[in-house]
């Protein structure tokens, strides 16, 4: 069983920053692929950013709408993976969650483990 806590979420000025964090504990973290989703309000959960974990594909996969302004990472020495938000909008708005799965998923919402989701608020 993959636990999976998520921090770093909050309040950001419209052309603000964040970073959040996904520590993971419980299973073995290398084995798993890592991703981040995000929920607004009245809308269905939203891919935001994943990368396989297998060689033959080093890509790093991101939502249309968050491409060249987020920027995924993994340290598997930490156990942690994390999302950083540039150039954030209003329509960033959302909980966003952690997820993990041994499979890399990117349309499929089904993943194995999620993590409780943390907040972010992009408003002036």
């Known amino acids: 069983q993959v636990q999976l806590v998520e921090s770093g979420g909050g309040l950001v000025q419209p052309g603000g920053s964040l970073r959040l964090s996904c520590a993971a504990s419980?299973?073995?973290?290398?084995?798993?692929?890592m991703g981040w989703f995000r929920q607004a309000p009245g809308k269905e959960r939203e891919f935001v950013a994943a990368?396989?974990?297998?060689?033959?594909?080093?890509?790093?996969y991101y939502g249309d709408s968050v491409k060249g302004r987020f920027t995924f990472s993994r340290d598997n020495a930490k156990n942690t993976v994390y999302l950083q938000m540039n150039s954030l909008k209003p329509e960033d708005t959302a909980v966003y969650y952690c997820?993990?799965?041994?499979?890399?998923?990117?349309?499929?919402?089904?993943?194995?483990?999620w993590g409780q989701g943390t907040q972010v608020t992009v408003s002036s």
């Open positions: 990368k396989p974990i297998i060689w033959s594909d080093p890509n790093t």
């Open positions: 997820a993990a799965d041994p499979i890399f998923k990117r349309w499929d919402r089904r993943w194995r483990y």
């Open positions: 419980g299973g073995t973290f290398s084995g798993y692929v």
